[in-house]
């Protein structure tokens, strides 16, 4: 009798070990499809957006490089972003950095006219190399300081070239 069982629990065996080898290579590739939407294909980064947009029926217009450059992780970087003079609302840029999500940069609020000419990157810092990033840009109403729209874009940050 134990010779009969013996060829059954190597089967057995066998099943479980190829059941789990199966299961790795499924999770592995779940995975893989998950994050597939955080990594970006190598294009080239969008150069200096101005754009206009339609907020309530009024024109909303900024200024926003594609690409910030940085000397080092911790120094100030070229930047101009920019709120149209024009413009009827107040608006404010958080720069996120896509990979974990997390904000690299929350600038103050900008009045219509207002610019900031470089920033330095905030909480824990960026190793060197390129980034890809996106910047997000609220617009609030200036009465009451309430959300009135959001949009985002691209954004590459270099750091130590």
């Known amino acids: 009798m134990g010779e009969r ?14 059941a789990i080898i199966l299961l790795t290579v499924g999770l592995f590739a779940l995975r893989l499809t ?13 150069g200096p957006a101005h754009e206009e947009l339609m907020i309530n029926g009024a024109a909303f217009g900024y200024i926003l490089p594609g690409e910030i450059e940085f000397a080092s992780p911790d120094a100030e970087g070229n930047i101009k972003i920019a709120s149209i003079e024009e413009n009827t609302f107040h608006m404010r840029l ?6 974990t999500g997390r904000s690299v940069y929350l600038s103050s609020f900008l ?7 470089s920033i330095r990157l ?17 617009v609030y109403d200036p009465a009451t300081r309430r ?4 949009h985002s874009r691209p954004v590459t940050i270099r750091i130590g070239r």
Not at 35 to 46: C, F, H, N, T
Not at 111 to 117: D, L
Not at 147 to 150: E, F, L
């Open 147 to 150: 959300q009135v729209y959001s």
């Open 5 to 18: 069982l013996y060829p059954n629990v190597k089967r057995i065996t066998n099943l479980f070990c190829l």
């Open 111 to 117: 009045r219509p006219g207002e610019e900031i000419a």
């Open 94 to 99: 958080e720069i996120v950095y896509d990979i």
């Open 122 to 138: 905030q909480g824990s810092p960026l190793a060197a190399g390129e980034h890809r990033c996106t910047a997000v840009i609220t």
């Open 34 to 46: 998950a994050l597939r939407p955080m990594v970006r294909d190598e294009a080239p980064a969008p």
